[in-house]
């Protein structure tokens, strides 16, 4: 998806992703990112959790304001 991302930042598309790797998000280098302490597939929020995953979602999404390349944003949600 980092390769992706970055391709379309070249074309002059914003691009964001989560992930839940410290280590994957390091090596692809995304224009812009979160990274949450969840597991695989739960990149967003837990299951059913609408306050957690409206939250990873909206500071997700706040990121498209700034500027690319921009250092991947730590966030402190957790799986539960």
Do not use: F
Not at 28 to 36: H, S, V
Request: net charge positive.
């Amino acid at each position: 998806m980092g390769l992706i991302a970055r391709a379309l930042e070249i074309e002059g598309i914003a691009t964001t992703l989560t992930s839940w790797s410290e280590e994957y998000i390091s090596r692809i280098k995304p224009p812009r990112a979160t990274i949450t302490k969840l597991k695989r597939g739960a990149t967003l929020g837990m299951p059913h959790d609408t306050h957690q995953q409206r939250r990873i979602i909206e500071t997700t999404l706040a990121l498209l304001q700034d500027n690319a390349p921009l250092k991947p944003v730590l966030l402190d949600e957790k799986y539960k």
